[in-house]
């Protein structure tokens, strides 16, 4: 295989203005379909394609994975049901490069990991803030143990998102709550049902890969919903979790969607070990900072950490997100064309989903403390072989 034919699948803002460019500009990939299940959000993907009489239109996804000519499919969408999609067209014996979160239930986690396994074909997420320039240096610092046994990290992704909670699902318009009562029309989408919680894959991932560790114990609590910024969506404003990870490191990790934040410095991180400390910037004229207990420093120094690697290659700079969305596209390219192993695969990538599935769980539960299965193969569950009721963490 020469290039990728590869379907795009969810035509909103991420799709088309995120996915599409790369897709087309990047060696290794040709868009040959594309999908909404709103037909009138084709028109401006067609209109951003280089040739768009080569590609095909489908409103039913069914019909994408029917597509004999579609080697893999990208999936943008944003649903419920984005796991169970994921893992649909693995069984159709497609290759699948899907956005974030993996998917919103454990069951749906298990059903992406069992036909990853049976298929053999590469399931990315494409999670890219892990590529970021300072995730990679806060890593090589705590895989050298200059901060000591990690203790306590943090993560949180604060973005005053209200504009997507509604829709009109014949025009795929979105509205705004100050305009819901002039627009009868506008329908909750699934931003308006989905636990802020889930959406925590910029946290853990970057997380789990400067700590090499995954999570083991989850236990959550949120504010009520509706919102009390935006009385008008059926969300909480707040949602936190504490999250025990096999290394035994504690991690706090809080989602909030509803409520207002600075429009710039959405993440923040914090890694604190027995030897040292780091920490991501508060605001954007800041800096990193980092504290190290035996190099005679008597309070946190700055650092011109940021986002941006320094070593991204040409083809990565303003790819989006500080140049990491030009990663996992690099990344998922060389895996299905060239057999490269990828370093975030289906068990990593499940690493970021369950606990945060689990954390809306434990809040369902009234803050019930929940165990975190292990995606990965064992002796007690071979390859391709569905886990004993008992391992599977529902
Ligand atoms: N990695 C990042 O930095 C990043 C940034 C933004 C968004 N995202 C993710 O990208 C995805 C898309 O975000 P968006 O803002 O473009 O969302 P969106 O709601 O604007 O677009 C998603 C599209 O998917 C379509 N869709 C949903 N279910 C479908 C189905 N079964 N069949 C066909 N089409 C279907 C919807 O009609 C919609 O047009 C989300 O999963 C989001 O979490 C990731």
Redesign the pocket.
Known sequence: MKEIRVAL??????????WLPILQSLRGYRVVAI????EA?HERALLRLRDPREVRA????ED?LADPDVDAVA?????R??GA?AAQALEAGKHVH????AAHSIEDCWRIVLAQERSGKVYQL????RYWGFVEAWRKLVAEGRLGHITFCEGQYFHYYVG?NF?D?RT?R?FHPGELAAHPEAQP???NEMPPIH?L??ELSPLLKILDDRVVQVVAMSTRAPSYAHPELNVPDMQVALMKTEKDAILRLAVSFAQPHPEANYHWYHVMGTKGALEWKRAERDLPRMWLADHEMHDMAEVDWRYERADAPAEARGT??GD??YY?HAAFRDAVLYGKPLEFDVYRAMDTAAPAILAAESIARGSAPLAVPDFRPSAARPKGQAPAPAGRGE
């Open positions: 699948v969810g035509l909103g803002g991420r799709g088309v203005y995120g999908c909404d299940r709103i959000l489908y409103v039913r996804y994408v999936l943008t969408v944003r649903c049901e984005q999609m899907c956005e974030v979160p494409a999670e890219q803030t997507q829709q699902p795929g979105f989408t699934w931003l959406y894959p910029h989006g997100h990491a969305d996992v």
